[in-house]
């Protein structure tokens, strides 16, 4: 499986971004997926995750209610899309997929995008 990623960029804050996880080799349906970021001297942590039936989806805390992540099917495409944007989301978001139970951890997942970055301005 190869995931890309894009849409990163420089936003003010408030404003909205949407990043793009495409994918080759087997459609996301059968996959979960997470978008995970790590800003500079930090861990990497889960944003958000979605089970491959779009039954299961997780936010982290800080981001509940402002991001959004969804799918689209026939582009085997999955979305991020983020709203309000702060200061405090700047960082490398990464797409990853996983095979098998859904799960957060980002140990878990197998298959990995390269890092797009997000530049929140305040």
């Known amino acids: 499986v190869q995931l890309q990623a894009s849409g990163g960029g420089l936003v003010q804050a408030g404003g909205s971004l949407r990043l793009s996880c495409a994918a080759s080799g087997r459609t996301f349906s059968t996959l979960s997926v997470g978008w995970f970021r790590q800003a500079p001297g930090k861990e990497r942590d889960v944003v958000a995750a979605?089970?491959?039936?779009?039954?299961?989806?997780y936010y982290a805390d800080s981001v509940k209610g402002r991001f959004t992540i969804s799918r689209d099917s026939a582009k085997n495409t999955v979305f991020l899309q983020m709203n309000s944007l702060k200061p405090e989301d700047t960082a490398v978001y990464y797409c990853?997929?996983?095979?098998?139970?859904?799960?957060?951890?980002?140990?878990?997942?197998?298959?990995w995008g390269q890092g797009t970055l997000v530049t929140v301005s305040s």
């Open positions: 990853a997929a996983k095979q098998g139970l859904f799960g957060i951890s980002y140990q878990r997942y197998n298959y």
């Open positions: 979605r089970s491959g039936t779009g039954s299961t989806t």
